[in-house]
């Protein structure tokens, strides 16, 4: 792309690229667009090359076709939460009451809120920053966000009429947070990642407490990876919910559907 000043391309690629950055190309026009003098971009150059991720010097991240701003700490949105987000809008009828738990930038409700027309939406986050980038996400959106521990501060109003809860909750075991890329591994925060012994702690209290907050014929939907999937079914069973597996190749992502009975 052109800039407003001059600048060697070419170089920059080359730089990202011995980086480590896979896709240095499109990040270098990225950067190109973000900074406005030289300074600027040798100032997100650096950054990026030391290992800051992309998306926090941009200051938004691209989900689902939608430009979500991100904040410094604040989990990332992957791309392939966009199977969560399509596997919600399957199952869900019209004029929804929805929730989306561990919600992080709010990406996943920006996404719903495009994609539903729910009679009431939420986002709740145990993590203040993420509440913060999320309120700035949804503002406009005709949404709430809490901050609190999964259902803990959610309207009572709200117990057993949900029709939807999603919830891209922390899943990496927590051995496995050490083996993670740098750029989440160091930058974000470590609640939105670990996900305890077995990476499923948080997701088997979320469907616990899910049957008590679904309406009857409501769905739990959740991202989980895929050799975690069974196990996670045994435990949605437990809860009284009766659970099925997605998966997408393309994505290499998994989300499992838990209905409550009617």
């Known amino acids: 792309m052109e800039s407003s ?10 730089r990202l690229r011995a980086a480590g950055c896979v896709y240095a190309e499109d990040e270098a026009d990225l ?14 150059t650096d950054r990026r ?24 700490g604040v989990f990332v949105p992957r791309g392939r939460t966009a199977l969560l987000v399509e596997a919600a809008a399957t199952v869900t009828g019209p004029a929804p009451a929805v929730v ?12 719903l809120a495009h994609r539903l027309a729910p009679r009431w939406l939420a ?17 406009g959106l005709n949404a709430e966000v809490y901050e609190g521990d ?25 051995e496995a947070v050490a ?14 990642l670990d996900g305890g012994p077995d990476g499923l702690t948080v997701l088997r209290r979320v469907a616990a407490a899910a049957v008590d907050w679904l309406a009857p014929g409501g769905h739990l939907v959740v991202e989980v990876s ?3 999937a069974e196990a996670l079914c045994v435990a949605v069973r437990a809860a009284g919910l009766v659970p099925s597996v997605r998966h997408d190749e393309d994505l290499d992502a998994t989300a499992v559907t838990a209905r409550c009975p009617a």
Do not use: K
């Open 5 to 14: 000043f001059p600048i060697d391309r070419a170089a920059l690629v080359g």
């Open 100 to 111: 989306d738990l561990c919600c992080g930038s709010g990406a996943t409700t920006v996404a």
């Open 179 to 192: 083996l993670m890329p740098a750029e989440a591994r160091l930058h974000e925060a470590p609640v939105a």
């Open 49 to 72: 090359v030391a290992g800051e991720p992309l998306e926090y010097l941009l200051g938004w991240a691209e989900f689902c076709g939608l430009r979500i701003a991100v904040d410094a």
């Open 226 to 228: 895929v050799v975690q």
């Open 31 to 44: 950067l190109l667009a973000a900074a406005d003098t030289p300074a600027a971009l040798a100032d997100l």
């Open 123 to 139: 986002a709740a986050d145990i993590d203040p920053a993420a509440v913060a980038c999320a309120r700035r996400n949804l503002a």
């Open 150 to 174: 999964l259902f803990a501060p959610l309207p009572l109003q709200w117990r057993g009429r949900l029709d939807l809860v999603v919830a891209n909750a922390p899943y990496v075991p927590t």
